[in-house]
């Protein structure tokens, strides 16, 4: 996989957080004011984002909570994120598209190393094997109280039209509490790539401090 950006290349932001952060409203800001200055960006989200990794989402998203352990689990994020990677995020990247990811390995970082407990070590070592030195231009961590987020993700239109999209919701809060201690933990090792913004502002409020990261630190003429 490829190392860090050049000039012709596109750039990558990833948007993490937890359930009921805003991930999904704050992407498709970004993007449209990015498509208004002039870019091409290309949406895309895990798991899922390949017609391969749709269909390994499908194992991972529904069904009981505890259908995988969780290294399976994370293999399974894993075959989805490294097809994603080769037929959809590497390609639009080679062409000078910027790529929009909701969620990217810092979800498996949080999840399956924070939430479930795995050895990051080891998670860190599977990443290498099998992603390289691929690694997002900026992430953005939307952070929220878990008992907030789920509250939100639970009310919304999109939940009922997710459907039974809805095993990791369905478990524990003191899981979704670990999750949190892990993202915050990630944007503390990795200031000069993460970005933690507080997601309890609203919508429009929270478009701008994202428009004015990407502008500080990926040069966006937004």
């Not at 750039?11 to 498509?35: D, H, N, P, V, Y």
């Not at 892990?182 to 990795?190: E, N, V």
């Amino acid at each position: 996989m490829a190392d860090r950006p050049d000039r012709a290349r596109g750039r990558f932001i990833t948007f993490e957080g937890g359930e009921g952060a805003g991930k999904s409203t704050q992407i498709r800001m970004l993007a449209a004011a990015l498509e208004a200055a002039g870019q091409s960006v290309c949406l895309t989200r895990e798991p899922g984002g390949s017609p391969g990794a749709e269909q390994i989402r499908a194992l991972l998203v529904t069904g009981d909570t505890e259908r995988w352990d969780a290294m399976t689990e994370l293999l399974l994020h894993y075959a989805a994120r490294r097809d994603h990677v080769r037929r959809l995020i590497e390609p639009e990247l080679e062409k000078g598209t910027w790529v929009l990811c909701d969620r990217f390995a810092d979800s498996s970082m949080a999840y399956q190393g924070y939430g479930h407990g795995l050895d990051r070590d080891k998670i860190a070592d599977l990443h290498k094997i099998v992603l390289g030195t691929l690694s997002p231009d900026l992430t953005i961590i939307l952070d929220l109280d878990p008992k907030t987020g789920l509250a939100r993700t639970r009310a919304t239109d999109e939940a009922r039209r997710r459907g039974d999209e809805d095993r990791y919701e369905r478990m524990e809060l003191a899981f979704h509490q670990r999750m949190r201690d892990g993202f915050r933990d990630i944007a503390a090792a990795a200031p000069e790539r993460v970005v933690l913004v507080d997601a309890e502002a609203d919508a429009n409020s929270l478009s701008r401090t994202i428009a004015g990261h990407v502008r500080e630190r990926l040069g966006a003429a937004l």
